[in-house]
């Protein structure tokens, strides 16, 4: 099992930034993608940023140039930098680590994103 904790969701006005942490604990040894999905109120969980233990990643189009996703391995500790942030930014933000070894995915809880106008 793994275990995902996320902090560093807030309010904040638009064109600030904010900067997410994913701490992972358990079975991290399994873990390869880790990432971030996001979920606005009425809408579907959509991917914001995804990367790989060799540090791949792939981000959304609306992410790009604004977000960037990092990950520290000897920590198992994902960031999501976010930078100009706009008010369709608003959502919980989920973390999330894939365990293919095991065919397990693995959310956080999610910590709620708020940008004012």
Same mark, same amino acid.
């Given at each position: 099992q793994v275990q995902l904790v996320e902090s560093g969701?807030?309010? &904040?006005?638009? !064109? +600030?930034?904010l900067r997410l942490s994913c701490?992972?604990?358990?079975?991290?040894?399994?873990?390869?993608?880790?990432?971030?999905?996001?979920?606005?109120? +009425?809408?579907?969980?959509?991917? &914001?940023?995804?990367?790989?233990? !060799? +540090?791949?990643?792939?981000?959304?189009?609306?992410?790009? +140039?604004?977000?960037?996703?990092?990950?520290?391995?000897a920590?198992?500790?994902?960031?999501l930098q976010m930078n100009s942030l706009k008010p369709e930014d608003t959502a919980i933000y989920y973390c999330y680590a894939a365990a293919p070894s095991y065919g397990m995915d693995y959310w956080g809880k999610g910590t709620l994103v708020t940008v004012s106008s």
């Open positions: 969701g807030g309010l &904040v006005q638009a !064109g +600030g930034s701490a992972a604990s358990g079975s991290t040894f399994s873990i390869n993608a880790m990432g971030w999905y996001r979920q606005a109120p +009425g809408k579907q969980r959509e991917l &914001v940023a995804v990367i790989t233990s !060799g +540090g791949r990643t792939k981000y959304a189009a609306s992410a790009k +140039g604004r977000f960037t996703i990092s990950r520290d391995n920590k198992n500790t994902v960031y």
